[in-house]
Every structure is written in structure tokens, then in C-alpha cells.
């Protein structure tokens, strides 16, 4: 089986999926992202980075309600996959060990 | 209410988006702009649309690739469900297919004709480099034209002093001699011309060195044909001809000149054999000598600009004009390509149709073309209820606006592709017509049929029915599917009747404009044709000389016994020939320009000139130096203020003449005669004098060796005609009789005239013809529909009269409306453009401006009037029986 890498922005909108649990939809992906990086951030390429890590299977996603508020148009909600979760513990340990190698320096 | 976001950029989204993404996407587009909304309406706009466009990616883009496929798919069922429709209403596919069948032989006829005149020159391989020179000469204040000549100087300026030049070719066109072979004359004619002019133009060589054949004197190049002509079956390369002057060598032989070549001779004769005559002739040599028959081609490097070498002869032209007082002369280049769709220039090698001309007509024919396409159109949405339920059955199975359009497309190209099987026979059939229409045409194009020439027909009617189908499909297309499956007679019918209305009132419009023009264009034509030119023309035969001897042909002439009267003179005057000198009076400083010709002492009585003063010439001159008397007109005793005007005594005062020919020489005016057109119609009385006819006037250049003119007094000119040529023959057996009676000279000086005449006589025929077959189909649909409300009406105890006027009421109205725009316009657009160039014209008469109409309201009134009269018959009792 073909091993999928992670780009940097769909390692951040898979890790906000993981977070926002059940309720991680375009918007609040968006929104989330945007308090946390303070900065404006596009629509469009949050989509894009969803479909491909959807592509990849670290996430799957499913439809909700109507609500007025999008024009009669349903919320398509995502949720980690386990596939995710282990790539997302990967990524994190990999940093982690080789941060842990950074010898102690001061910058006094 | 909430607030929605922009319309455009939502279709947008939802035409490119990919179905599976497009709800996600335009519902959080949608959530996040009503959030910011709040904020700022206008920063969330565009933040929406810039977000829109950010998705114009491959991921986001459906692909399209699938809903063509189930088009091409589609065309079978399109093509079966079209044929199926065309059948089913015959009357009015036949009134489509005939309507566009007979505007598109127009446009047939317009494409090969297009087609020939912008294949001429082609077959040149350096053809876009080949410029040939033409000059605009303002001679001394007076006159001014532009030639397709130029001076043999312009020839040797370029050649000498123009960097950038592969090629010079001077040619000049009047070679002209009789070959003599074996006791037999054999008339050849042909250009002189450089050696160049085989390096310039791509004409091949059969036998014979390219580069040499034209370099030495007396050295002849020969068609294919004339070698045939003058050799026969022998082998003619390296032969000598016999002419009169001297030998001629064969040193080529040549492939036969294309057809669409605008240089047309059977021979080639090297430009040194006349060169050392030239180099003699100041006159020739001058800078003002644009006017004789001296043609300068150039081929420029492959890297230079046409500019760049424009700028240089701008520099020479300025150079020599400052030396020169005779004339100002300016030189440009005219790409070989634009020579026979160019402006018509003096001098031309042969007649060209200019690009203008070709537009004109092309744009009448459009309209006709449009307007047969908007019958289709019209004729289509009537029969809209008919097929109103077939439309909504196909939006309901799941037929896109796409797919309808397509179906109506489908249809109309195949209507137009039917039409244009009936227009290509119609083509075939009006080609002949066509060619006649001027004699230049017969020379000028061929209308071949090929493959090409199919191929842009196809490639036209498939156009036409594309724009024939288009609007049908669009207003078919928006069907309601609601509307259309419910009760039938909800359906408005007359939706977009104003529309249709309008479509009558300009195709009626535009039928009377081209029919009144066509009247009025022809009734002044004959009047041109018609008009006293102040002597008279009638039965007089000009004989050309062919520069045979005039004594001779003239004393056999006298013992006809239908010739009447015989004189001699240089030219023909009131067909456009013009022949100039210059005159100076007493003090006068300035000379100005009098229009010559050269006549015997038997002209004025032979053509009923009005002497009003003095006499005939008295003195018989042998030679031009010996000449001493002129014969002026009124005008010129006015320009030049002779005797304060009065003819009378004018006579004994002496004039300055020079022309280029001759210096300046002292002439006593003895006689006075009433001012005559010497120019067209086209132009003003001019100020003429008649100078001796001497027998060194017969010049054998240009042809213009002199005429005899015989007035005839015969009941059969046919016979007598037979007569003078058998005259003719005993005195030059070589030559073929070459005569023509001056009035049809003078028809053949206006034929441009009768040429647009029989054009636009033949646009308005197939106008009233679209026309009359649109009427045709709105009326039989009209009553058709309405034949249950007439036959109520007739129940309730109508009449037949009241019904006719009830149906035929709005139909009139239109016909009127037209008719109103209509006249003034043609009236107006003749007084005040056309009939301004002719200073002489009679006034437009109320027959040539009604006539048109009364033609075509005769024409719609019946049938209007079959139609409503068979539907006020109609029996009621048939008619509501079905309900």
C-alpha cells in the first residue's frame, strides 16, 4: 500500500477535523484556523485540503441537516478516520524525537 | 428576508462546479458570506466572487466532456425528429426552403465571384512581394488622376537609387504587328518587357532560357497558343518572324498566361528592342510622362518593408517635383494582389472591380439573406402552439434548454442544407445571366464549380441555418413546461407579434427601396442614353483604322449608296475619352487645359454641329506644323474671356496651343460652335477646340490611329453593315472590321450604370420574392388559427366583405407603414446622393416612383386576398363540428 505523506496546511486542517470533533464543517475548519494562525485564510484552499486528505482516507466526511442559514443547502460534516489519528500520532512523535535531539543551548 | 449572494457569481459556481462538490462548497460559501454581511455588504461581495473564482481549478471543474457525448449521440435522434417535423407541415417548410434556397443563389453567386476575384495573381510565388507603381500626376493646376502608368524616369530612379529592390520589370502594352508567314498575315499582340518580368512573375517556361530570352533586341517570347497561331504545328522555338518593321527571333516559348492573371498578352517582345527609340524621346524620358502606356513592377527583398521603400521614393518624387513645372507627380506602391480588387486607376491593363463595389453588393445580398432567415425565424414561433406540447414533453423526460436549442439547430441546418441543393441549381441557372450582366464579367470571372467552391457553399448554408435556427431555438428553448403541457389554448399564440410585425414592415421596406431604385435608376439611364449632347450621334458608324490609309477606305465608302455623309477624326468624344492641350490667350499668364480632338473639314456637318460663328476650317494642312486654324466652343471663348464671350468677334483672334505633343503654336480661331458634352454626363460642359486632322496625327500607339465616321441612312443597318465590311476587306484583308455605332459607344460608357441597374433590378426581384413568401406564410397561419373565431362570426351573420377586411385590416396597415418608409427614403437617398453626380439629370416622375409600389401591393393584395376570402368561405358548419 502506497504510503500518503501530509502537506503542511493538511496536516493543520486534519489536525483542526481532529479537534472540532463531529462538528468540523467548511466553516468552522475556517474559522478555527483562522484564530489560531491570525490570519485570513481562503475558503477555497481549506476545500482543497479537505479533499485531498479525504482522497488520502485520513478523514471521512457525511451530510447533515438543511439549515436556513446556507440557503437550503446541507453541512458536510468530517471525522477522522483511525488512519488519520495513527498518521497524526506519526507526524507528531517524528517531531517530537528529533526535537528532543536539539542539544541545550542557551540564547542567552 | 435574508440577503443573497451575487447572482452571477453563483451561476458561475454552479455552470463549472462539479455536482458531487457543488453543495458543500456554495453552502459554506453562502454561510460565510451572510456572516461577514453583517460586517461590511460590500467586502463580503467581493470576497464571495473572489472565492468563486479561486475554485476555477481542475479539481473543481466538472468535466464536459460528457455531456458532448451524449449530443453527438443525440444528432440521429435530432436529424429523424427534424425530417419528421419538415414533413409534417409542407406548406411551410416549402415556403422556408424555397425563401432560403432563392437568397442563398445570391450568396452563392456573391462567393464564387469573391472567390475568383481574390484568386487573381495568386498563382505568383513571390506574389506578396511583387508591388506594381502607380502615379498621381496633378498636371499644372488643372487636371488631376491617378494612373496605373508610370514614366520610364520612376523605372530607372528605382532601378539606380533604391536599395532593397530584387527586381525591376518595365513592361509596356503596345506591341502590336502583323506577322507575316508564308504570304499570310497573322495579327500578334503583346507586351515589350524586361528581362526581369520572368524573374518577377511565375510563369513557366517551356523552352527557352528564363534569364535571357528577353535580353537581346527584336527578340520574341510566345504563348503556348500564339505559337500555335503564327507556326501552327512546326516547332516555332529559334524561328525568325517575319513583320513588317524587321525580324523577330523566337527565344521562348511560354506555358499559356493563367486565366486569373491581370497581365493577359500571347507575346513578349524584349523591352531593347524599343529602348534606343526611347532614350531619344525627351517627351518620353520626362517625369510627368505617366500617361503612356509604360507599367513598373517591382519584387522586394525578402527583408524589406514595402515602408521602407515608400519613404525613399517619397524622398525622389519630392526631389524631382521641385525641378519639375509641368506636373507634380507622387508614386506609391499597389501590392499585386490588391491590382484587380483596387480602386479603378487611368490606364488600367484591364477593368478591375474594386473592393468597394464587391461590399456594396455583398451587403444588399446580406439583407436578402437575413431577411429569408428571418422568415424562417418568423414562420417557426407561429407554428410555436403546434409544437409547444412536443417541447414540453421533451423539457419533462429531462431535456435540457441545450438539447431543444440543438434539436431547432439541427433542423434549420438541415432546412438551409435542403435550400441549398434547389440554390445551387438556381446558382447554375443565373450564372449565365450573371456573366452578361456587364461584358467585362466574361473576361474578368469564371464561377467554376470546385471543390473549394462546394466547400464554402457548404460551409455558407450550414451558417445560414445556424442563424436562420438560433433564435427559434433560443424562444423554444424557454418554454414553460407548465404552460405548454396545460390546456392548449392558454398558450398565447400572438406572443412577439409586434416583433413579427416589425420583421414585414422592414422586408416590405427594403423591397420597395430596391424595386423603386431599380424604376428610377432605369428610366435615368434611358434618359442618359437619351440625351441631346449638342450634335447628333444618330446611326453613325466609327470605323476604326487600324492604320490602314483613310483615303482609300473613304473613296470605296462614297459608292454605298446607304453612306450619307463620311468624316474623319482622332477620337471618340461623350464616352470618356479625353484628349488635352493646353491654350494661352493674349495677356493671359497662365495657359489652362482645353479639351482637343482632331477633325476633318466634313466633321461638324456630318454630326449636325451648331456653328453659331465664323466657318468651317478653311485651309486643307498636310502636316500639324502647317495647321493654323481652330474651332473653339462658347465655354472656352467664357475661360479664357475672348471677345468678352461674343462669338461673333471671336473670330480672327489667335490663340497659344501646346500640347504634349506639339509646342506651343499660334492658331486663328475661325470658327464658333454651340457648346456640346464632350466629357459624360458625369461631368460639366468643358471648353473644347477642334484643330486640323493631318495625316501626321496617326499615331500607331495605344491604337488610337483614327476613325472614320460615316452617317448611315439605311433600313437595315445589317445589311449595310455587311456591305462596309466587304468595303473594309478589299481594303485590309488582314484585319477584322472593327466598328461600332456611336450610340452604343456611348451606351457602353455608362454600362457600369446598367450593370448596378440589373443588379439591384435582380436583388429586388428575389426580395419581393422572400418577401411575398413570408407574407404568405403569416397570413395562411393567421387565418388558420382564427378560422373558429371566423367561422362564430360568420354564424352570427358576418358577411364575406366584413370578414376579408377583418383579416386583411392589419396586414395593410403594415404594407402602408412600409410604404412610407420606403419612397422618401429612395427619393431622398436619389436626389441627394446619386443623381448629384449627374448635373444634367431630369427630374424623378411619379411613374417610376409609385410604379414599384403599385407593382408590389398588387402582388401582396392577392395574396392577402386568396387567403382571407378562401377562409371567409369556409363552411361553419365543417369548421365547428370538429369541436
Keep these: ?108 | 428576508m435574508k440577503v443573497k449572494p451575487p447572482k452571477k457569481a453563483l451561476h458561475f459556481l454552479r455552470w463549472f462546479c462539479r455536482e458531487d462538490y457543488l453543495e458543500e462548497i456554495e453552502g459554506d460559501l453562502t454561510e460565510i458570506f451572510r456572516k461577514q454581511f453583517e460586517n461590511s455588504p460590500r467586502k463580503a461581495k467581493w470576497e464571495f466572487i473572489w472565492s468563486v473564482i479561486r475554485y476555477f481549478r481542475p479539481e473543481f471543474i466538472k468535466s464536459f466532456r460528457n455531456s458532448h457525448q451524449t449530443s453527438t449521440v443525440m444528432i440521429g435522434s435530432y436529424i429523424k425528429t427534424s425530417v419528421r417535423s419538415i414533413s409534417r407541415n409542407k406548406l411551410f417548410s416549402a415556403i422556408n426552403i424555397v425563401g432560403l434556397a432563392i437568397s442563398m443563389s445570391v450568396g452563392l453567386l456573391l462567393i464564387a465571384f469573391t472567390h475568383d476575384l481574390l484568386s487573381y495573381d495568386r498563382f505568383n510565388e513571390k506574389g506578396d512581394r511583387i508591388y506594381r507603381i502607380t502615379s498621381h500626376a496633378a498636371f499644372r493646376g488643372e487636371y488631376s488622376s491617378t494612373f496605373a502608368t508610370t514614366s520610364v524616369k520612376v523605372g530607372h530612379l528605382i532601378k539606380e537609387k533604391i536599395p532593397g529592390v530584387e527586381a525591376v520589370t518595365m513592361v509596356q502594352t503596345e506591341f502590336a504587328a502583323d506577322a507575316n508567314v508564308k504570304g499570310n498575315s497573322v495579327p500578334l499582340k503583346g507586351y515589350y518587357a524586361e528581362p526581369s518580368l520572368l524573374q518577377i512573375f511565375s510563369l513557366p517556361m517551356l523552352k527557352g532560357d528564363m534569364t535571357n530570352a528577353l535580353r537581346e533586341p527584336c527578340s520574341i517570347v510566345l504563348t503556348e497558343t500564339a505559337a500555335k497561331k503564327v507556326f501552327g504545328l512546326e516547332e516555332a522555338f529559334g524561328k525568325t518572324i517575319q513583320f513588317k518593321e524587321r525580324d523577330y527571333q523566337v527565344t521562348g516559348i511560354l506555358k499559356d498566361v493563367p486565366f486569373f492573371s491581370h497581365l493577359q498578352f500571347e507575346s513578349l517582345v524584349s523591352y531593347s528592342t524599343i529602348a534606343p527609340q526611347i532614350d531619344k524621346d525627351r517627351d518620353r524620358l520626362s517625369w510627368e510622362n505617366v500617361y503612356q502606356r509604360n507599367y513598373v513592377y517591382v519584387l522586394l527583398d525578402k527583408n524589406t518593408s514595402a515602408d521602407y521603400i515608400q519613404v525613399q521614393i517619397d524622398a525622389i518624387c519630392a526631389e524631382e517635383n521641385k525641378a519639375n513645372k509641368e506636373a507634380q507627380v507622387y508614386v506609391t506602391l499597389l501590392p499585386l494582389h490588391d491590382i484587380m480588387s483596387g480602386e479603378e486607376l487611368q490606364n488600367s491593363i484591364r477593368p478591375v472591380m474594386p473592393k468597394i463595389v464587391v461590399w456594396i453588393i455583398g451587403g444588399l445580398a446580406l439583407v436578402v439573406i437575413l431577411s429569408a432567415c428571418f422568415n424562417y425565424t418568423n414562420l417557426s414561433i407561429a407554428l410555436a402552439m403546434r409544437r409547444n406540447k412536443e417541447i414540453g414533453l421533451r423539457k419533462v423526460i429531462g431535456a435540457g434548454r441545450r438539447q431543444v436549442r440543438m434539436q431547432f439547430l439541427a433542423e434549420a441546418v438541415i432546412v438551409s442544407l435542403v435550400a441549398l441543393v434547389l440554390s445551387f441549381g438556381l446558382f447554375l441557372l443565373l450564372r449565365p445571366q450573371f456573366m452578361t450582366i456587364a461584358p467585362e464579367l466574361l473576361k474578368m470571372v469564371k464561377l467554376e464549380v470546385t471543390v473549394t467552391m462546394v466547400l464554402l457553399f457548404i460551409a455558407f448554408a450550414m451558417v445560414v441555418g445556424v442563424v436562420a435556427g438560433f433564435l427559434t431555438g433560443v424562444f423554444f428553448a424557454r418554454i414553460n413546461i407548465m404552460n405548454a403541457l396545460r390546456d392548449v389554448s392558454s398558450v398565447k399564440v400572438f406572443k412577439g407579434l409586434s416583433f413579427r410585425r416589425a420583421l414585414v414592415v422592414v422586408q416590405y421596406t427594403l423591397t420597395l427601396i430596391f424595386i423603386t431604385s431599380t424604376l428610377i435608376g432605369y428610366v435615368q439611364y434611358k434618359n442618359i442614353l437619351a440625351f441631346d449632347l449638342g450634335f447628333n450621334t444618330e446611326n453613325i458608324l466609327n470605323i476604326d483604322l487600324q492604320g490602314n490609309n483613310p483615303e482609300q477606305l473613304i473613296h470605296k465608302l462614297k459608292a454605298v449608296p446607304e453612306v450619307k455623309g463620311i468624316s474623319q477624326s482622332k477620337i471618340v468624344t461623350s464616352v470618356g475619352n479625353a484628349w488635352g492641350a493646353f491654350v494661352k490667350y493674349n495677356g493671359s499668364r497662365d495657359s489652362s487645359l482645353v479639351f482637343t480632338n482632331f477633325i476633318d473639314e466634313h466633321y461638324l456637318a456630318v454630326h449636325d454641329y451648331h456653328l453659331i460663328a465664323g466657318q468651317n476650317f478653311i485651309t486643307r494642312p498636310s502636316t500639324k506644323a502647317a495647321t493654323s486654324e481652330i474651332i473653339v466652343n462658347e465655354k472656352t471663348l467664357r475661360l479664357f474671356n475672348i471677345a468678352n464671350g461674343d462669338a461673333q468677334k471671336a473670330v480672327g483672334e489667335e490663340v497659344l496651343l501646346s500640347s504634349m505633343q506639339d509646342a506651343g503654336k499660334k492658331l486663328t480661331i475661325v470658327g464658333v460652335i454651340k457648346d456640346f458634352h464632350y466629357g459624360k454626363l458625369d461631368e460639366e460642359i468643358k471648353p473644347v477646340a477642334f484643330t486640323y486632322l493631318t495625316p501626321d496625327r496617326f499615331l500607331r500607339s495605344d491604337k488610337m490611329d483614327g476613325l472614320v465616321n460615316v452617317r448611315l441612312d439605311t433600313r437595315d443597318p445589317m445589311e449595310t453593315i455587311a456591305k462596309i465590311r466587304e468595303v473594309w476587306k478589299s481594303v485590309d484583308p488582314v484585319h477584322p472590321f472593327e466598328a461600332k455605332f456611336y450610340d452604343d459607344s456611348i451606351e457602353e460608357a455608362y454600362s457600369e450604370l446598367s450593370a448596378m441597374i440589373k443588379v439591384i433590378g435582380f436583388l429586388s426581384f428575389i426580395s419581393i420574392s422572400i418577401a411575398s413568401l413570408g407574407l404568405l406564410g403569416m397570413v395562411v397561419f393567421t387565418t388558420e388559427t382564427r378560422l373558429r373565431e371566423i367561422s362564430i362570426r360568420k354564424v352570427l351573420g358576418a358577411t364575406s366583405g366584413n370578414l376579408v377586411l377583418l383579416l386583411s385590416r392589419s396586414f395593410v396597415l403594415l404594407l402602408t407603414t412600409s410604404a412610407l418608409i420606403a419612397l422618401p427614403v429612395t427619393y431622398l437617398f436619389f436626389e441627394m446622393a446619386v443623381l448629384v453626380r449627374f448635373p444634367f439629370h431630369e427630374n424623378i416622375g411619379m411613374a417610376e416612383l409609385f410604379g414599384g409600389l403599385l407593382a408590389v401591393f398588387s402582388i401582396a393584395f392577392i395574396m392577402i386576398g386568396s387567403q382571407t376570402i378562401k377562409a371567409s368561405r369556409s363552411n361553419p358548419s365543417e369548421v365547428l363540428k370538429s369541436e
Design chain 1, 1 to 108: 500500500m502506497k504510503i500518503h505523506t501530509l502537506g503542511e496546511f493538511e496536516e493543520l486542517v486534519l489536525l483542526m477535523v481532529a479537534a472540532l470533533h463531529n462538528e468540523a464543517y467548511g466553516v468552522t475548519i475556517l474559522e478555527g484556523l483562522e484564530e489560531k494562525l491570525k490570519k485570513k485564510v481562503n475558503i477555497s484552499a481549506v476545500h482543497v485540503a479537505l479533499k485531498r486528505i479525504e482522497d488520502k482516507g485520513f478523514v471521512k466526511s457525511r451530510f447533515g441537516g438543511i439549515t436556513e442559514d446556507r440557503g437550503g443547502r446541507r453541512k458536510k460534516f468530517y471525522v477522522i478516520t483511525a488512519l488519520g489519528k495513527k498518521m497524526l500520532d506519526a507526524q507528531f512523535e517524528l517531531r517530537t524525537s528529533i526535537y528532543k535531539q536539539i542539544p541545550k543551548i542557551s540564547f542567552g
